[in-house]
Every structure is written in C-alpha cells, then in structure tokens.
C-alpha cells in the first residue's frame, strides 16, 4: 500500500488533541513515502475552505470534495477520483472513514477499508500497514 485516504467529518474534525494526532501521523506516513489524501462528501465551495487547509498548509497532498468532483462514497468515481488525485491505482489505497458503508464500499472497489472509531486504534492499524513506527 502507497496511498492513504481519509474521511474528513467523523474522521478528521475531531477533538484538537485528536486533530493533532492525525496532522502527526499523517506527517509521518508522508515521511515514509505514503501519498496522503482527504475524501469528504462536502459539496465544496467557499464553505471547505477548512477541509483544503490540510492541503494549503502540506499536511496532505489532496483534498478531494465529493461537490467539486460530481461523485460521492460510495460510488466508485468518488475513490477513483481520491486515488487519481495522487497519483495511485485505487488498489494501492487505504480509505479510513466512520461510516461503514463507505469502507465497505472501498473494500468492494479493491481499497483496504479501515473503519474509524477512535484514533488510537486507527492509529495502530495505519502503523502496521504503513510500517510507522512512533507515538502519535
């Protein structure tokens, strides 16, 4: 696996400890080689400037918008879209989301689907796929 992907509401917006947990993880996945992307299904517009931040700022190399690309998960053309984004075949993609429709989704699509409840777990599970090693 070379690409990770995830969700941003339920996933990525959560507590500010948790917020800085993700941005330091993500910084170690990108310092490991991993492509690093955020699908959401917001519908884009001057209202996810918040969401392209994580971009803007190269915590990670996309930020994908359901609104903006015509698709949302759990269509196909949504994660296609993710994966194109950098650069990946979606087979080459992990997809980290809370709702289980959408990892299941992924998973059905050739994506390994990791479902996201807690960041600690996520966490150990993005390590051991990735071969991370620290405390996030």
């Given at each position: 696996m070379r690409g990770l992907v995830v969700d941003y509401v339920g996933v990525l917006d959560g507590t500010e400890d948790d917020v800085r947990r993700w941005k330091s993880l993500l910084a170690a996945a990108k310092e490991n080689g991993v492509a690093t992307a955020i699908l959401s299904n917001d519908p884009g517009g001057p209202g996810a400037e918040h969401i392209r931040e994580w971009e803007y700022n190269g915590t990670v190399d996309a930020v994908i918008l359901s609104g903006e690309v015509g698709a949302e998960k759990p269509e196909l053309a949504a994660f296609q879209a993710a994966a194109d984004a950098i650069e990946l075949p979606i087979?080459?993609?992990?997809?980290?989301?809370?709702?289980?429709?959408?990892?299941?989704?992924?998973?059905?699509?050739?994506?390994v689907g990791m479902l996201y409840s807690v960041f600690d777990r996520t966490s150990i599970e993005i390590q051991a796929v990735f071969d991370i090693d620290g405390e996030f």
């Amino acid at each position: 696996m070379r690409g990770l992907v995830v969700d941003y509401v339920g996933v990525l917006d959560g507590t500010e400890d948790d917020v800085r947990r993700w941005k330091s993880l993500l910084a170690a996945a990108k310092e490991n080689g991993v492509a690093t992307a955020i699908l959401s299904n917001d519908p884009g517009g001057p209202g996810a400037e918040h969401i392209r931040e994580w971009e803007y700022n190269g915590t990670v190399d996309a930020v994908i918008l359901s609104g903006e690309v015509g698709a949302e998960k759990p269509e196909l053309a949504a994660f296609q879209a993710a994966a194109d984004a950098i650069e990946l075949p979606i087979n080459d993609c992990v997809m980290v989301d809370d709702n289980i429709l959408n990892v299941r989704a992924a998973v059905d699509f050739g994506m390994v689907g990791m479902l996201y409840s807690v960041f600690d777990r996520t966490s150990i599970e993005i390590q051991a796929v990735f071969d991370i090693d620290g405390e996030f």
